[in-house]
């Protein structure tokens, strides 16, 4: 039976004395999707992922994942799932090859290491101790790892956390590789650009609930009717002209008009009529990170 | 599956990559086999009961080795695989859990016996080191320390947060009983009171059995009631205490 859901979260909860890490959560991972998982630190990310890899029993609700429960068929989840904890590690001492080749005997039918070791660029680390292996080099060691067992879903845990930009944008490539060979990806990041990039749909988390769900288009339409758009003007522009359509802020001879669905029109039109057209009339998209800050109060990238 | 035996094999590796360890099993017992045979000798005359200096002394050493091991390795290396996120990682796999303790039990028993062998052969060698009387008894007594010292490993390396801790911890139960169990210092010498003092020490239970097989004499059924004994309640506590995370 082709099971509908790569994961599926029906009203779970999971409390630590009076914490309540994840409370009645549900959601849909979709094969095939990249699917994010975002919120600021102790949002309940890590518990929710627990849930959803059998690391946690949940206390109420039900957790299914590739069509197991996590708990009851843990031994058979452990063969199909692929994972990159942010809080898992290897030995210091153990070089890349023998992690790989250790992590290879689990499993009964694993995919080559050394194919794998090429694929992902540490095939000249092979030899090297695990903690002289750099933070990138480590990345890719544990997402060979994530893969060795030909995963149908991969969960990937602050993937990105305390590496470079560069080495970043790098792990982006990587995570679209692996969606493009049919695994599902579940991507947990408190990296709003990250989830914008990489993901086909995201949830929002925080306070243990689920604040908002849906594609990163859906999610920064649907946090406000409101549009904005800005321009430099020229000296000595009227902006009174264009006060009838929507506020004006004018900071220097920055322009920004805050309105309707017909901002852009009406201050088009406007500028049209004076002979003005500024190079850099533009509307501004609403980030992620603005709506996380209207459906939480809170900004939620920390200093990188 | 060939999970268990790669399992052992890279965590073999792992140890001798971490020389303390590896110098306090199989180097350091060497030296004192040297040292103290060089003094002492092993003419039974100059010795006690007709035994010489090393038959009295290599038995002991040999409970000095699974302490080594078991208070010492054991409790540091669960305590860091745990605190460091290693178990998790290992955890997210379909390796049975036991595996990982069968593992690290298994090799650390191993190394004990290298150190057993070297002890016994450069003993042999050198100063004619008596051969164990009851060879058999001997090897069954010997599981029976390993095992009950290995569950409070194990127990030590679960119940403190950090490995430094277990390490501490692992250290204070330790060094006292190495020089107070007759394992390094013969028992002989100590006071009356000292010696009572000492006598329940599970060292002292340990080090008293190996002897007792290796000289021929007679197991004390209280030792090896002791031994039991702390194997069933260690093994109690180390299920109620051991964590993956």
């Known amino acids: 039976m082709k099971h509908e859901f790569a994961i599926s979260i029906r009203n779970a909860s999971k409390s630590f004395g009076r914490l309540k890490a994840v409370d009645d959560i549900s959601l849909d991972v979709h094969h095939g999707e990249i699917f994010g998982i975002i919120g600021p630190n102790g949002a309940g990310k890590t518990t929710t992922v627990n849930l959803i890899t059998g690391m946690l029993a949940p206390d109420n609700g039900e957790v299914r994942t590739l069509d197991l429960d996590p708990i009851r068929d843990e031994r058979r989840l452990r063969d199909v799932l692929g994972v990159q904890f942010q809080e898992a590690n290897l030995p210091a001492a153990i070089t890349a090859r023998e992690a790989l080749k250790l ?153 920004t008009v805050r309105g309707g669905e017909f901002i852009m029109a009406d201050v088009a039109m406007t500028l049209r009529g004076q002979g003005i057209a500024p190079p850099d009339l533009a509307t501004v998209n609403r980030s992620l990170d603005d709506l996380f800050v209207d459906l939480t109060g809170h900004q939620i990238q920390e200093v990188a | 599956m060939t999970a268990f035996p790669t399992l052992s094999w890279t965590e073999t590796k792992l140890l001798f990559r971490e020389p303390a360890a590896v110098f306090f099993t199989l180097v350091f017992p060497f030296m004192m086999l040297l040292i103290f045979g060089g003094i002492y000798g092993n003419d039974p005359a100059n010795g006690w009961n007709g035994l010489g200096g090393m038959d009295i002394s290599v038995p002991g050493y040999f409970a000095m080795i699974f302490g080594t091991v078991t208070l010492l390795s054991i409790p540091i290396v669960i305590a860091e695989y745990r605190s460091n996120g290693i178990f998790r990682r290992l955890r997210a796999t379909p390796l049975h859990p036991g595996s990982i303790i069968g593992a690290h039990s298994l090799i650390n028993l191993v190394l004990s016996a290298l150190g057993f062998l070297i002890l016994f052969v450069g003993g042999k060698l050198l100063f004619n080191l008596m051969t164990p009387e009851k060879p058999f008894a001997l090897v069954l007594v010997l599981i029976l320390c390993y095992v009950a010292f290995a569950v409070f490993g194990f127990v030590i390396g679960s119940a403190f947060r950090t490995s430094r801790t277990a390490q501490v911890v692992g250290n204070v139960i330790y060094f006292p009983q190495l020089f107070l169990s007759g394992a390094t210092m013969p028992r002989e010498m100590f006071s009356g009171n000292l010696r009572s003092w000492t006598e329940w020490m599970p060292m002292t239970q340990m080090a008293n059995v190996i002897k007792q097989a290796w000289h021929g004499q007679d197991i004390a059924n209280g030792s090896i009631v002791y031994l039991l004994v702390m194997t069933i309640l260690g093994s109690m506590i180390a299920v109620k205490v051991f964590r993956w995370e």
């Open chain 1, 103 to 255: 992590y290879a005997s689990f499993y009964r039918n694993p995919r080559p290491w050394t194919g794998l070791a090429e694929e992902w660029g540490i095939a000249d680390k092979l030899d090297t101790r695990f903690d002289k292996l750099s933070g990138g080099q480590k990345q890719r060691l544990f997402i060979c790892l994530a893969l060795l067992n030909r995963p149908k879903l991969v969960v990937l845990d602050e993937l990105t956390t305390g590496l470079d930009p560069n080495a970043r944008r790098m792990s982006w490539e990587l995570v679209k590789r692996i969606r493009e060979g049919g695994t599902t990806v579940l991507l947990v990041t408190h990296f709003m650009d990250e989830a914008q990039q990489l993901c086909d749909r995201i949830a929002m988390i925080t306070g243990g609930k689920v604040a908002a769900i849906g594609t990163p288009e859906e999610l920064t339409r649907a946090s406000s009717a409101e549009r904005e758009v800005t321009f430099t003007a020229p000296p000595g522009f009227d902006y009174l002209s264009l006060a009838p359509y929507g506020r004006v802020h004018v900071d220097g001879n920055r322009v």
